[in-house]
């Protein structure tokens, strides 16, 4: 059971290139999240998936797409790379109850910088 | 715009001390408040949670206090040891967003010998 794994762990790029970063996760949860964490701010939320096939926009969506084509990965691009977008992007998934949510658990992180 | 405002920044306490970290929300819809903890390089691991229907949860060395008409909580760690140093984060939660954390900024603790 590896929980939620990330990859890559580390990446850099050029301004305008394009990556994806991948979340997998091996809880079957239903929800995934995929929040960027920088110095002094806290975790923003990016895009949450609440369900395989279905996406959502959070806190700071802009120059992110994501998809969930299967339950257990979700996937972070970034189109055209620039160097606001240096960050270290977190992946995070829960279960989902009919009362409320459970706990999310986070996976190691993937640490980015546009030059 | 930050939806939980946390304090202080950073913190120094000597082991064996209490250390209390602050979070204020004005949201009134957040029904679920987690504690995270963060070691360097790692992700946030969560530490403790309360929901809005008690006023206290305690877990070893942890407790969370939740005034919900002053719309505040706070973590108290008593006993506090160097394996304590890390960055904790308050969240809160609701419905909405598909119950995505809104976090405080956090607070660097370090704990001294």
């Known amino acids: 059971n590896a929980g939620v794994t990330q990859t890559p762990k580390f990446r850099v790029l050029k301004t305008g290139q394009s990556m994806t970063l991948l979340c997998a996760q091996d809880m079957n949860h239903e929800y995934m999240y995929w929040y960027r964490q920088d110095p002094g701010m806290g975790l923003r939320l990016i895009h949450y998936s609440v369900g395989e096939g279905t996406t959502a926009k959070g806190e700071v969506p802009d120059g992110y797409n994501v998809s969930r084509l299967k339950k257990q990965n979700f996937l972070l691009g970034l189109e055209s790379a620039a160097p606001s977008q240096t960050s270290v992007y977190f992946c995070?998934?829960?279960?989902?109850?009919?009362?409320?949510?459970?706990?999310?658990?986070f996976g190691p992180g993937t640490r980015l910088t546009v030059l | 715009q930050q939806q939980v405002k946390q304090s202080p920044q950073s913190l120094i306490v000597q082991k064996g001390g209490i250390s209390i970290i602050n979070c204020a929300y004005e949201n009134t819809a957040f029904d679920y408040f987690p504690w995270y903890q963060q070691f360097p390089g790692k992700g946030p691991a969560l530490l403790i949670a309360?929901?809005?229907?008690?006023s206290e949860k305690k877990e070893g060395r942890f407790t969370i206090s939740f005034n919900k008409s002053a719309k505040q909580f706070s973590l108290h760690i008593m006993d506090s040891q160097p394996g304590d140093s890390a960055t904790y984060f308050c969240?809160?939660?609701?419905?909405?967003?598909?119950?995505?954390?809104?976090f405080g900024k956090g607070t660097s603790l370090l704990v001294t010998p």
């Open positions: 995070a998934s829960s279960h989902w109850t009919s009362e409320s949510t459970d706990t999310q658990y």
């Open positions: 969240a809160a939660s609701d419905t909405n967003s598909g119950y995505a954390l809104n």
């Open positions: 309360i929901r809005p229907d008690v």
